[in-house]
């Protein structure tokens, strides 16, 4: 567990860059987010919530695409073999990550998730199938939650980034003018 925490940064795939405290992954600590989902770029982070020697878990922060926690441990099973896992229970925070999540989103958290635990396995020189369960416990979209489209983060994200040129201009007339 503790290779994984020190390094988990690097377990990372490129477009999904994670950027933890000088303290790291502990209780209490925000791990910084800078990623590209299906092109959009998000940027957001999520908390350690827990922490020990045989497991840490991660929650969402408000305006993060899921609203959940992931659980990252290792244990060793009957064999003696050493068993990484990720358990994640999350949902869409709101219509838009809904529909992102339904049509690229999940499909490309399992393939952070693969990466994570392939990287975490060849730190070690382990060459070894990763597998993939998932299960929906609740099919249906949360219209209730429509106003969480104010906080998300992605939406942000994609408004700073436009706006961008609009800044430049602002600073370089600011500059000629003091």
Request: glycine fraction near 6%; hydrophobic fraction near 40%; include cysteine.
């Amino acid at each position: 567990m503790r290779v994984w925490k020190v390094h988990f940064p690097e377990f990372q795939p490129p477009n999904s860059r994670f950027y933890p405290s000088m303290a790291g992954v502990a209780p209490g600590e925000v791990l910084f987010i800078s990623a590209s989902v299906g092109g959009m770029p998000v940027h957001t982070g999520v908390r350690v919530i827990y922490a020990d020697n045989e497991s840490f878990t991660v929650m969402t922060p408000e305006g993060h695409p899921e609203s959940g926690w992931n659980t990252f441990s290792a244990y060793q099973d009957d064999d003696g073999v050493t068993v990484s896992q990720i358990q994640s229970l999350s949902r869409a925070n709101d219509p838009i990550y809904e529909l992102g999540f339904r049509v690229v989103g999940s499909t490309e958290q399992e393939r952070i998730w693969t990466h994570v635990l392939k990287s975490l396995a060849a730190h070690f020189g382990v060459n070894e199938l990763v597998t993939l369960e998932k299960v929906c416990l609740d099919p249906k979209v949360q219209w209730s939650h429509v106003m969480n489209v104010w906080q998300n983060a992605g939406a942000r994200s994609m408004l700073y980034t436009m706006a961008a040129p609009t800044r430049w201009i602002r600073d370089l007339i600011a500059r000629r003018n003091p």
